[in-house]
T-cell receptor
């Protein structure tokens, strides 16, 4: 039961550019989270945004949430080569368990 | 430094073998999860546990079982491994209930079934 769908599937940018990835989901949520995964590794939590929040910042990350459109976006500003990874959104529609999307693969070249 | 560890990074097994994947967390978390990750399919939940000896099926439990005898340890068992269970297996844990807290992931086990 895939809930979140990230868009685009893949994104290639140059260092210094901004990267924007989007997540759409189907049912009402309490929270939405974004995770990052370096190749062949486990996921690392980036940021959590609650359903009553519209925007949240953490360092170079900016997350927005539009519950009326059932969508979220993750913006990474001034991208670096080290940001190369896959990014996943996850929603809590299933209760205790999160439902992850299929991810956006970001490639940042120097 | 919080940590989720998995018993193996890489594992190669033969069809029909019984396979145990172990996961240990040191954060005293109530909830633990097993996912598998395949290209193009993202993460899919196999099983999760919200307390010792308690378990819930996820989206794809067929062919798998789990065991949670101690709070810190959650095991995934492939009773009779098959080639379609070749995948990356990820364990995670979280405190509290619902999706209000972040999940902490282990490094993953890449299982190949020949």
């Amino acid at each position: 039961s895939q809930q979140g769908e990230e868009d685009p599937q893949a994104l290639s940018i140059q260092e210094g550019e901004n990267a924007t990835m989007n997540c759409s989901y189907k049912t009402s949520i309490n929270n939405l989270q974004w995770y990052r995964q370096n190749s062949g590794r486990g996921l690392v939590h980036l940021i959590l945004i609650r359903s009553n929040e519209r925007e949240k910042h953490s360092g170079r990350l900016r997350v927005t949430l539009d519950t009326s459109k059932k969508s979220s976006s993750l913006l990474i500003t001034a991208s670096r080569a080290a940001d190369t990874a896959s990014y996943f959104c996850a929603t809590d529609a299933a209760g205790t368990a999160l439902i992850f999307g299929k991810g956006t693969t970001l490639s940042v070249s120097s | 430094d919080v940590k989720v560890t998995q018993s193996s990074r890489y594992l190669v097994k033969r069809t029909g073998e019984k396979v145990f994947l172990e996961c240990v967390q040191d954060m005293d978390h109530e909830n633990m999860f097993w996912y598998r990750q395949d290209p193009g399919l993202g993460l899919r939940l196999i099983y999760f546990s919200y307390d010792v000896k308690m378990k819930e099926k996820g989206d794809i439990p067929e062919g798998y079982s789990v065991s949670r005898e101690k709070k810190e340890r959650f095991s995934l068992i492939l009773e009779s491994a098959s080639t379609n269970q070749t995948s990356m297996y990820l364990c995670a844990s979280t405190a509290g209930t619902g999706g209000r807290n972040e999940q902490f992931f282990g490094p993953g086990t890449r299982l190949t079934v020949l």
